[in-house]
């Protein structure tokens, strides 16, 4: 019932880009903070961006700032996140997460919900 739906994902060379999305339903959507993370094969999930409710903040991963840009439609309950100018580095399975207030928003353990995944490869 309570179910976030990642799209978008693909493949592309480097210095291309994607934008992601992320279709809530099930939920009050603008009352809920909404984030990014990620995880490649071996590594652990990390913190891409996030958004609050309101849209009034949002914090970037240091290695994306720049790059990509996390915007949110309350309308829409949907979150998208633009990847420019991506890298090999960026490829990983991006997740969606959502927390009516995220205790850290750049820690996995604060998001309750979370989305299926969107593959990302970026080939060199």
């Known amino acids: 019932q309570v179910q976030l739906v990642e799209s978008g994902g693909g493949l592309v060379q480097a210095g291309g880009s994607l934008r992601l999305s992320c279709a809530a339903s099930?939920?009050?959507?603008?009352?809920?903070?909404m984030s990014w993370f990620r995880q490649a094969p071996g590594k652990e999930r990390e913190f891409v961006a996030t958004?609050?409710?309101?849209?009034?903040?949002?914090d970037y991963e240091d290695s994306v700032k720049g790059r990509f840009t996390i915007s949110r439609d309350n309308a829409k309950n949907t979150v998208y996140l633009q990847m420019n100018s991506l890298k090999p580095e960026d490829t990983a399975v991006y997740y969606c997460?959502?927390?009516?207030?995220?205790?850290?928003?750049?820690?996995?353990?604060?998001?309750?919900?979370w989305g299926q995944g969107t593959q990302v490869t970026v080939s060199s």
């Open positions: 997460a959502a927390a009516v207030r995220a205790a850290s928003v750049a820690r996995a353990g604060s998001y309750n919900i």
């Open positions: 099930g939920l009050t959507f603008n009352l809920y903070d």
């Open positions: 958004m609050t409710r309101s849209g009034r903040s949002t």
